[in-house]
């Protein structure tokens, strides 16, 4: 499975931004898709998933209430819409793919994209 993000760029602290993921090379529908982020000097964390196997998602604290993840099968493209975003949401952002069941760590997710950089200003 191949995945290419975008969708990253520069926004005012406020503003809105939606990352894409398209995925070829596999069965889009049975992997679990999620997001990750990592800023230098950090480890990469989880941000949102949604699972393979319906609309359960799952997102990190920090997010809630303002990021939601997407999919559409038919296009093969997970999607990260993410609003209200804060300078402290600065990061490259990873789009990811998992064949298990419930993916947990980034360790249990079998493919990754090349990440999109995501900067808010003050």
């Known amino acids: 499975v191949q995945l290419q993000a975008c969708g990253g760029g520069l926004v005012q602290a406020g503003g809105s931004l939606r990352l894409s993921c398209a995925a070829s090379?596999?069965?889009?529908?049975?992997?679990?898709m999620g997001w990750f982020r990592q800023v230098p000097g950090k480890e990469r964390e989880s941000v949102a998933a949604?699972?393979?196997?319906?609309?359960?998602?799952y997102y990190a604290d920090s997010v809630k209430g303002r990021f939601t993840i997407s999919r559409d099968i038919a296009k093969n493209t997970a999607y990260l819409q993410m609003n209200s975003l804060k300078p402290e949401d600065t990061a490259v952002y990873y789009c990811?793919?998992?064949?298990?069941?419930?993916?947990?760590?980034?360790?249990?997710?079998?493919?990754w994209g090349q990440g999109t950089e995501v900067t808010v200003s003050s």
């Open positions: 090379g596999g069965t889009f529908s049975l992997y679990t």
């Open positions: 990811a793919a998992s064949a298990r069941l419930i993916p947990l760590y980034s360790r249990d997710y079998d493919y």
């Open positions: 949604i699972w393979w196997s319906g609309p359960s998602t």
